[in-house]
């Protein structure tokens, strides 16, 4: 079936350093993909999507393209806040328009 | 600015007891997820709904837990009877099957079982 696998965290950055947090997937046929966000205490966000091959899905200065022939959606941001501190979950839709989760990554922004 | 409601936000019950939780989704959806959070086992998916009919209830314990969509304003996850091991953040999530498929999550309802 189809699946998602993420980076292990917590990842641990200072204020204003590059992001990433790679994602990987298998799915059958071409799936959107998706980054939601889940801030303490909250539901979780939609952060970003994209729906096709070389989309770029971007939001709040973080972004993401989809690279079919990886599999991949890797999530990117050029400097980080303290304020981005949050669980990041990568997830792609599979064809009954369910999303298939990820185990999430812990970002946590020090000052 | 349309969000999923979710009641109760917070529930303690005892073992044994039925614990009915409520979601309003957003006008309009036609797909309507129930979702359990745990630190162990992360984000599982319970149910699904579309068009108010469930479609897939297999990550969903069938002998003490139930879910339906009594009209389109209105879903419900009953429990019972509660054990502990069902303690963790429940979200309710509504979207549109299509090109707008994005789903949109409620705040969550935690539940204690004691």
């Known amino acids: 079936g189809d699946s998602v696998t993420q980076m292990e965290g917590p990842v641990t950055l200072s204020e204003e350093a590059f992001l990433t947090i790679n994602c990987t997937y298998t799915a059958t046929g071409y799936p959107s993909l998706f980054w939601y966000v889940q801030y303490p205490g909250e539901g979780l966000q939609l952060l970003l999507k994209?729906?096709?091959?070389?989309d770029k899905g971007s939001n709040k200065g973080f972004e993401a393209t989809y690279r079919k022939e990886t599999t991949s959606f890797h999530l990117e941001k050029g400097s980080v806040q303290v304020s981005d501190s949050a669980v990041y979950f990568c997830?792609?839709?599979?064809?009954?328009?369910?999303?298939?989760f990820g185990s999430g990554t812990r970002l946590l922004v020090r000052p | 600015d349309a969000r999923v409601t979710q009641t109760p936000r917070h529930k303690v019950t005892e073992m044994g007891q039925e614990v009915t939780m409520r979601c309003q989704p957003i006008?309009?959806?036609?797909?309507v997820f129930w979702y359990r959070q745990t630190m162990m086992q992360g984000l599982e998916l319970l149910a699904y709904f579309r068009n108010r009919a469930p479609l897939d209830d297999s990550g969903m314990p069938k002998d003490r837990f139930s879910a339906e969509m009594p009209d389109a304003t209105l879903a419900t996850l009953k429990i019972q009877p509660s054990e502990p091991r069902d303690s963790a953040v429940y979200f309710c999530?509504?979207?549109?099957?299509?090109?707008?498929?994005?789903?949109?999550f409620g705040p969550g309802t935690r539940l204690t079982v004691l």
């Open positions: 999530a509504s979207g549109f099957s299509g090109v707008r498929n994005e789903q949109f």
């Open positions: 997830a792609p839709m599979d064809s009954s328009y369910k999303l298939i």
């Open positions: 994209a729906t096709k091959a070389d």
């Open positions: 006008l309009g959806h036609n797909t």
